[in-house]
């Protein structure tokens, strides 16, 4: 089975910042790799698929990028509403697994 | 606009089945390129896949649930549907159904999910 380590667990920045979440494969998963954001109480909106192509209707400040085992979610310029849980899911294999999540917290 | 949607009882005692449906709105079950899988979230904690189905009925499950999961699809009622047998309080989550995407066999993750069910288990 694959597992997913992301990093950090927990992070706290400020509306306008750039921020980088990243997600570790145990082993390579090509491009197979996606992003999704939760809020409290809702389920989990995808943002990024195949490790760099950003979901319809998703803002720009988001992005992803890398292959193989090492890939990174970045949110350009922080709004309001982008505070919440992101995970990483991997779809090369199965079971898919996802990261452990990163909570994304106003400083 | 596709649409998923859970329903299921709430409340299952120990030792007995879980079962939850997933009523699909807005498209086709039988459309080929997406398969339909179901996720659940222990309170306060990550995410965990469950399994997922093609219209098919090819069935991909969680080997640490694979000995009592089992996924089934009805396409004449545009539904999918998740029985786990044997539960525990260890059990106790929220269900989601969601829709995997790999259009034009391109690996595009679960584009729509469902609300979310909690079923918790106790007796």
């Known amino acids: 089975d694959i597992q997913m380590t992301q990093s950090p667990s927990s992070l706290s920045a400020s509306v306008g910042d750039r921020v980088t979440i990243t997600c570790r494969a145990s082993?390579?998963?090509?491009?197979?790799l996606n992003w999704y954001q939760q809020k409290p109480g809702k389920a989990p909106k995808l943002l990024i698929y195949?490790?760099?192509s950003l979901q319809s209707g998703v803002p720009s400040r988001f992005s992803g990028s890398g292959s193989g085992t090492d890939f990174t979610l970045t949110i350009s310029s922080l709004q309001p509403e982008d505070f919440a849980t992101y995970y990483c899911?991997?779809?090369?294999?199965?079971?898919?697994?996802f990261g452990q999540g990163t909570k994304l917290e106003i400083k | 606009q596709v649409q998923l949607q859970e329903s299921g009882p709430g409340l299952v005692k120990p030792s007995q089945t879980l079962s939850l449906t997933c009523t699909v709105s807005?498209?086709?079950?039988?459309?080929?390129?997406?398969?339909w899988s179901w996720i659940r979230q222990h309170p306060g904690k990550g995410l965990e896949w469950i399994g997922y189905?093609?219209?098919?009925?090819?069935?991909y499950y969680n080997p640490s649930l694979k000995s009592r999961v089992t996924i089934s699809v009805d396409t004449s009622k545009n539904q999918f549907s998740l029985k786990l047998s044997s539960v525990t309080a260890a059990d106790t989550a929220v269900y989601y159904c969601?829709?995997?995407?790999?259009?034009?066999?391109?690996?595009?993750?679960?584009?729509?999910w469902g609300q979310g069910t909690l079923v918790t288990v106790s007796s």
């Open positions: 899911q991997q779809s090369y294999s199965t079971p898919r697994s």
């Open positions: 807005g498209g086709s079950i039988s459309s080929g390129g997406y398969y």
């Open positions: 082993q390579s998963i090509s491009s197979y």
């Open positions: 969601a829709r995997g995407n790999t259009y034009y066999n391109v690996e595009r993750g679960m584009d729509y």
């Open positions: 189905i093609y219209y098919s009925g090819s069935t």
């Open positions: 195949a490790a760099s």
